[in-house]
């Protein structure tokens, strides 16, 4: 680009001004010397903010995609600039260099209202008047994606605030919110099963709420099973309850053994496969006689081919759920925010 803007053959490639430098900067033609550094300093610093925000955009990993840059545009110019202008080592620029590369850098950064004075300090006024022109397009386009960016960050503000829904938070009336989705949601069930924080009421009740429906999934009630024996937490939990003369936990983990090994579990269509199953028996096992110590009885039966992969589909919910936030709405897509911008 820079090349046939720099390197005609009739002159060597740092003179494409109009002329020499110095006598334009006598003539009042050009800014001072030190405002030509000062030029060249902004630009760099441009590139220098550029390099910064892209090694922190690929460390965090952001969920937004890449969009155009003014900063890195000026990089690769700067790039150019510098094979067509090499300095010699342990040199500064000459006085031809500095004026070239600043006017390059107003060229490119100036306001509208100064580009046509700036264009008329090269030689070549259509080139100089074709990389404006890219310049100019290139802001558009960075224009359209932070206008896409922030409509999308917005977006996202909005649906975390949803999450704060008053029958979820206020009201534990999170059972009340499964039984009003439009259909049976067993994804939604299976996430929940996953995910709860054990020994929260509003979350276990409705956990086992759907652990009481027939359309409840095979791999939720192993996934279910799976949550409550890590680090034994089953038996803890029976004596903990023992002490204030209650078994209720241990009732309800029963009577969902129950209903499996009865058959009731209908559907088998969920995945479930990335689980040490045969750890988690052996674990079962343990904390059902820990249990059974601790009530003088049996606790709970041993579930029936339970312990083994479920592979299937990974689950697709209606909601989002989040412990912590309740049930809201699935989160913005990326796709109805950022155009290819092509």
Request: net charge neutral; charged share 30%; proline share 4%.
């Amino acid at each position: 680009m820079l090349m046939n803007l720099l390197g005609k053959s009739n002159h060597r490639p740092y003179l494409a001004l109009r002329a020499p430098a110095q006598k334009m900067i006598r003539r009042k033609q050009l800014p001072s010397i030190e405002e030509l550094r000062n030029t060249i300093s902004k630009g760099s610093a441009l590139v220098s903010s550029w390099a910064y925000a892209e090694s922190g955009r690929k460390k965090a990993g952001s969920r937004i995609p890449r969009g155009p840059s003014i900063e890195e545009f000026l990089s690769e110019v700067s790039e150019e600039i510098r094979l067509v202008q090499p300095i010699t080592k342990g040199k500064g620029m000459s006085i031809d260099q500095l004026a070239e590369r600043a006017t390059i850098y107003r060229l490119i950064l100036s306001p509208m209202t100064d580009v046509e004075n700036v264009i008329a300090l090269f030689k070549d006024k259509d080139a100089a008047r074709a990389l404006r022109s890219r310049v100019d397009m290139l802001k558009g386009k960075v224009d359209t994606f932070e206008a896409q960016k922030r409509a999308y960050q917005k977006a996202m503000m909005d649906w975390e605030h949803q999450g704060n829904i008053a029958r979820y938070h206020e009201e534990d009336d999170f059972i009340g919110l499964l039984q009003d989705a439009d259909t049976l949601d067993r994804d939604l069930w299976h996430v929940v099963a996953c995910e709860i924080e054990r020994g929260v009421k509003v979350d276990e009740d409705a956990l086992f709420w759907a652990l009481s429906q027939p359309s409840c999934d095979h791999a939720t009630v192993a996934a279910f099973v799976q949550k409550y024996i890590e680090q034994g937490y089953a038996a803890s939990r029976v004596a903990r309850e023992s002490k204030k003369n209650s078994s209720q936990f241990a009732d309800a983990f029963a009577a969902v053994i129950q209903r499996w090994n009865d058959g009731l579990y209908e559907t088998a269509t969920l995945d479930l496969t990335n689980w040490n199953f045969k750890a988690c028996e052996a674990a079962f096992l343990k904390q059902r006689e820990k249990a059974r110590d601790t009530l003088g009885r049996e606790a709970w039966s041993v579930p029936k081919d339970l312990f083994r992969a479920f592979p299937g589909n990974s689950p697709q919910p209606h909601l989002y759920y989040r412990h912590g936030m309740g049930l809201m709405e699935l989160p913005p897509r990326l796709e109805d925010y950022f155009t290819s911008g092509d």
